[in-house]
């Protein structure tokens, strides 16, 4: 099956300054590639979300990025508020079928 | 347009019990996938329901097992409850099995003792 790994698993940064996640995945099948925001005591949030037929989308201050010959997709957050704060999974799936998710990346933002 | 809700929000159980889990899906959507996320993981796959039948099943034993009603909404049942199924159970809604976005629910954490 799919093998997602994500990097890395704590982040720290200044306010302001950018945050950049990465993630692998092993099944080139793989179309649909979502990043989902989770705050304590609540479930995951979709923040962005990317299509194996598009390398790179962008939502304001998000954007999400994808090499299908690597197979490789990263998030990137600029000018990051502390309310940016939580962790942060990324998924693979095939369309319609499971997601697999990343180990989670857990960003702090330093006001 | 009220999101995906989850019921109970905690639960404590102790082991050898049987628990049930509730969700109701996002308003209009018509398919519900369940989660285990662990503490500190990232959410496993236990299975998906459309159509009032499970189409998909991830690693997990037949002590887990669900349902969907016809209004979509979706119970997820554990039977025989071990230490190690202490975690947060998530429900996700999507439209129609080939639609790609899932929404998730605030979860259900449950506590075996």
């Known amino acids: 099956g799919e093998n997602v790994e994500q990097h890395p698993s704590t982040l720290s940064v200044q306010e302001g300054d950018s945050a950049v996640i990465k993630c692998t995945y092993s099944d080139s099948a793989s179309n649909y590639f979502p990043w989902y925001k989770q705050e304590l005591g609540k479930g995951p949030q979709l923040i962005i979300d990317?299509?194996?037929?598009?390398g790179e989308k962008k939502d304001q201050r998000i954007a999400v990025t994808l090499n299908k010959t690597a197979k490789h997709f990263s998030l990137h957050i600029t000018e990051t508020q502390p309310e940016d704060s939580a962790v942060y999974f990324c998924?693979?799936?095939?369309?319609?079928?499971?997601?697999?998710f990343g180990t989670g990346t857990s960003l702090t933002v330093i006001p | 347009d009220a999101g995906v809700t989850q019921s109970p929000t905690h639960l404590i159980k102790t082991r050898g019990q049987q628990v049930t889990l509730r969700c109701s899906p996002k308003s209009g959507h018509d398919t519900v996938s369940w989660y285990q996320q662990a503490l500190g993981q990232g959410p496993q796959f236990i299975f998906q329901?459309?159509?009032?039948?499970?189409?998909q099943r991830g690693n997990f034993p037949d002590r887990f097992s669900g349902h969907q009603f016809p209004n979509y909404s979706s119970e997820l049942n554990v039977n025989a409850l071990l230490l190690g199924d202490s975690a947060l159970y998530l429900c996700a809604s999507s439209l129609g099995r080939l639609r790609v976005e899932a929404f998730f629910g605030q979860g259900t954490r449950l506590t075996v003792v």
């Open positions: 329901y459309y159509e009032e039948e499970e189409r």
């Open positions: 998924a693979a799936s095939i369309a319609g079928n499971q997601f697999y």
């Open positions: 990317i299509r194996s037929n598009v």
